[in-house]
């Protein structure tokens, strides 16, 4: 395809603006054998070719062995990155039956891969699609605006940088880029589950929203990018105010409970919320009511002492002098 094609130009305007890519920068590409990874890796490709790009890319596919597809998926994309003459790296892996612990084991393989190349970055396929079902199923898990941010075009993730340049474009427009490529696809039948949240909300939710307004996608991007720079000032504060009222020693995070008191509600709930997270309570795994409850407990007259068991092993103990963090051993 022409790197002047509009699918193409869009993934080019991603990487320069929003990814923090550079000519010449080496990538792996994360690839699946479906839709959406199929159009990354044949624009890259297109854009390998261009005088101002000319990045360096490498083919990765994980293959979980949790279909009995997976095999064709794999020797799929190995034929594909050998039509483009592009490098292919393949890593096994085997999950539980869980979507979470497939999808570290899915990152810490492609991380092995991009060490093992020296890549600036891994690029994968999340697009405008993925980016409402993702903010939509924060929402109901009562996410905070940190969760509300989503998918960030950029971000580390053990120890790599993981771009994401498709969050303004959509399922459709991959499988029409293809298409037009006349390069087929593969098609993952468990995405047809609809015992799986994200499988339920793409099947049943999102056509009702996309009726109602058909760039629904692409507004979820814009706002998590919004809430991306709210986040941002909010993470600025929070470090303030951890700096003046919280003290850390050999991993015990203490907050005076009469300063603590003292402070307006929102920034008592902000303080809470950072203060976990630097203690080690991951991403989006702090739900807004719990942090409520704690800020509460610590404003409350009562002199009890109330316990909070967190996400990552970390508790939280409200006593009358003080708050305390503390992770289990």
């Not at 991603?14 to 920068?25: F, M, N, Q, S, V």
């Not at 950029?154 to 771009?163: I, P």
């Not at 996309?210 to 929070?238: M, N």
Request: proline share 3%; charged share 30%.
């Amino acid at each position: 395809m022409p790197a002047s094609h509009p699918f193409v130009k869009a993934i080019s305007q991603a990487l320069r603006h929003r990814c923090e890519i550079a000519p010449g920068d080496r990538l792996v590409v994360a690839v699946s054998s479906g839709a959406d990874s199929t159009a990354l890796l044949l624009a890259l490709a297109a854009l390998t070719r261009r005088h101002e790009w000319q990045l360096d890319l490498h083919v990765a596919h994980v293959n979980h062995h949790l279909r009995d597809a997976a095999e064709r998926d794999a020797r799929f994309v190995e034929r594909l990155a050998g039509q483009l003459g592009l490098a292919f790296h393949k890593r096994d892996v085997h999950p539980p039956d869980d979507e979470a612990a497939a999808r570290r084991m899915r990152y810490n393989a492609l991380a092995q891969v991009a060490e093992q190349v020296d890549a600036d970055a891994i690029a994968t396929a999340h697009h405008a699609d993925d980016q409402l079902e993702t903010m939509l199923m924060r929402l109901i898990r009562g996410a905070s605006i940190a969760g509300m941010t989503g998918i960030r075009w950029r971000r580390e993730l053990n120890g790599q940088a993981v771009v994401r340049p498709m969050l303004r474009l959509t399922h459709a427009e991959a499988e029409a880029f293809c298409d037009e490529a006349a390069v087929a696809f593969r098609v993952d039948e468990t995405n047809a589950d609809r015992s799986k949240w994200r499988n339920r909300l793409r099947h049943d939710v999102l056509p009702v929203l996309a009726d109602l307004r058909t760039d629904a996608s692409l507004k979820a991007t814009e706002a998590a990018e919004s809430l991306a720079d709210a986040q941002r000032l909010v993470e600025r504060h929070a470090h303030k105010l951890i700096e003046q009222h919280v003290r850390f020693d050999r991993g015990v995070a203490h907050l005076p409970r009469d300063e603590a008191r003292q402070l307006d509600p929102a920034a008592l709930r902000l303080l809470v919320l950072h203060t976990s997270r630097r203690m080690g309570v991951g991403g989006d795994r702090l739900a807004a009511r719990t942090v409520e409850q704690i800020a509460a407990a610590i404003a409350e007259n009562s002199n009890e002492n109330r316990r909070f068991e967190l996400a990552d092993g970390v508790c939280v103990e409200v006593t009358a002098a003080g708050v305390m963090w503390a992770k289990a051993p």
